[in-house]
């Protein structure tokens, strides 16, 4: 029986990043970026299976890199939003509580994963968070304007973890609104459920931008 699902979203644009593919794809350390990022969900040991989610044609490549992990992992076809290609993760997900996991952050930590999976056990629904240290302020019209209260401000990470069924509902709940969603706690937010925080990891860097490679090389250095 499948107890834990990890869903990796690898079917995004990267519209930032550049470049006509996904930036997935892009090597880190002489591998796909994708390739780390399955490796970090597999070594925390604590998921049945993997599904990953990737853009129409990229299916035979993700199948291929997945050959190399000793867990049981699937490909789906996303869609053109996020909440598509979640939900078509999800569905396809045989676990009671599904990960789901941005594939370009290949640094989360087996501590931080094993987190985020005791607190959705025990919740239903938990997602990493970091604490924002710098000062906020708005800028408008190219001049800074009020500074922001930060006192309660995060950043959120993934991997984030939900028991299955609440995060299908939640997305129907957006469907039905006719809402996209920003990140899979939005779905359940929508419910009126409440969401767990459980301390994220600095380190655990979202691939935005090509400069951001050269950073977790020296992250993946640094870890040996």
């Not at 997945?66 to 999800?90: F, H, I, Q």
């Not at 594939?103 to 607190?119: E, K, Y």
């Not at 069924?165 to 929508?190: K, S, T």
């Not at 977790?216 to 250095?221: F, K, V, W, Y």
Request: aromatic share 2%; charged share 20%.
């Amino acid at each position: 029986m499948v107890a834990v699902s990890g869903v990796i979203l690898a079917a995004g644009r990267g519209t930032r990043f550049g470049g006509e593919e996904s930036k997935v794809w892009a090597l880190l350390a002489g591998r796909p970026l994708v390739v780390h990022t399955l490796g970090a969900l597999a070594a925390a040991n604590a998921v049945d299976e993997i599904v990953v989610v990737v853009r129409s044609g990229d299916e035979a490549r993700a199948a291929a890199v997945a050959r190399g992990l000793s867990l049981p992992t699937r490909v789906v076809v996303g869609g053109e939003r996020r909440l598509d290609s979640a939900r078509a993760g999800v569905t396809m997900a045989g676990g009671q509580l599904v990960l789901i996991h941005d594939g370009a952050r290949p640094l989360a930590s087996p501590d931080l994963v094993r987190r985020v999976l005791v607190a959705a056990r025990r919740h239903g629904a938990a997602v990493p968070v970091v604490p924002i240290s710098d000062t906020v302020r708005y800028a408008k019209e190219g001049f800074l304007a009020e500074t922001l209260d930060r006192s309660g401000l995060v950043l959120i990470q993934t991997p984030q973890g939900f028991q299955r069924e609440l995060l299908l509902a939640g997305y129907a709940e957006a469907e039905r609104r006719g809402l996209d969603l920003p990140d899979d706690a939005a779905a359940v937010l929508l419910l009126g459920c409440p969401v767990a925080a459980v301390p994220g990891d600095p380190a655990n860097l979202k691939i935005t931008r090509p400069g951001d490679l050269a950073l977790a090389e020296r992250l993946i250095g640094s870890r040996g």
